[in-house]
């Protein structure tokens, strides 16, 4: 599988060094699979949880951090939503968070929609 965005991974581990080793492991795993469906992934990984959206939540570091990627089966990438400690991720929604989106555009007020 492609993952797109490993560079949320990097920032991830320079600010918890503890994960670097085993998101280093997660990612080269990954790159190397060619799954089909989500059966398929929790072949892989037993203690990954299947959610909507295509996503799956795996758990780093005997759970103290939560990674979550959106697969799209047919092209073959991974997307990375969220990483975050287990904490962060009890915030969240995991179905829909996509911590590395850009930046949303601010509503136009009426003195812009004017010009």
């Not at 670097?20 to 892989?44: A, C, H, M, R």
């Not at 037993?46 to 780093?60: G, H, L, P, T, Y």
């Not at 990627?69 to 975050?84: A, D, E, P, R």
Request: glycine letters at 2%; hydrophobic letters at 35%.
């Amino acid at each position: 599988m492609n993952i797109y965005n490993k560079s949320s991974l990097l920032d991830f581990w320079l600010k918890h060094a503890d994960s670097k080793q085993e998101l280093e492991l997660w990612y080269n795993d990954i790159s190397e699979q060619i799954w089909k469906n989500p059966n398929e992934v929790k072949t892989s990984y037993s203690n990954a949880s299947i959610i909507k959206n295509s996503r799956v939540v795996f758990n780093i570091c005997r759970n103290d951090y939560r990674l979550i990627v959106q697969f799209n089966y047919t092209k073959k990438w991974g997307f990375i939503k969220f990483i975050g400690t287990h904490k962060e991720y009890d915030r969240v929604d995991a179905a829909i968070v996509n911590k590395f989106s850009p930046a949303k555009h601010t509503k136009k007020t009426k003195k812009n929609k004017n010009k």
